[in-house]
């Protein structure tokens, strides 16, 4: 079982910056493929970034050049760097955890963008 946990979110202005971590227990989550999804009021959930264990990076179109994911695996943390953020940004954010079949889910964390 792998228990995620998201903080880093919260309100912030149009091309502003946040940082969103996921702290991951009870696995070795190097062998993991990582991501964070994201989901507006009204819209489905989904892919914003995902790492692999072998650090391969991918990213949904609208965030590519402002967004960027890593991982430190001694840690069992991802991490998140959000810049010039804008307002379609704005959603729950939720770390996720991927092996074969084994999917996992954090809670969620709120990032708002307004001015």
């Known amino acids: 079982q792998v228990q995620l946990v998201e903080s880093g979110g919260g309100l912030v202005q149009p091309g502003g910056s946040l940082r969103l971590s996921c702290a991951a227990s009870g696995s070795i989550l190097s062998i993991y493929t990582m991501g964070w999804y994201r989901q507006a009021p009204g819209k489905q959930r989904e892919l914003v970034a995902a790492i692999t264990s072998f650090r391969s990076t991918n990213y949904a179109d609208s965030v590519k050049g402002r967004f960027t994911i890593s991982r430190d695996n001694a840690e069992n943390t991802v991490s998140l760097q959000m810049s010039s953020l804008k307002p379609d940004d704005t959603a729950v954010y939720y770390c996720?955890?991927?092996?074969?079949?084994?999917?996992?889910w954090g809670q969620g964390t709120q990032v708002t963008v307004s001015s």
């Open positions: 996720n955890a991927q092996l074969g079949a084994h999917v996992y």
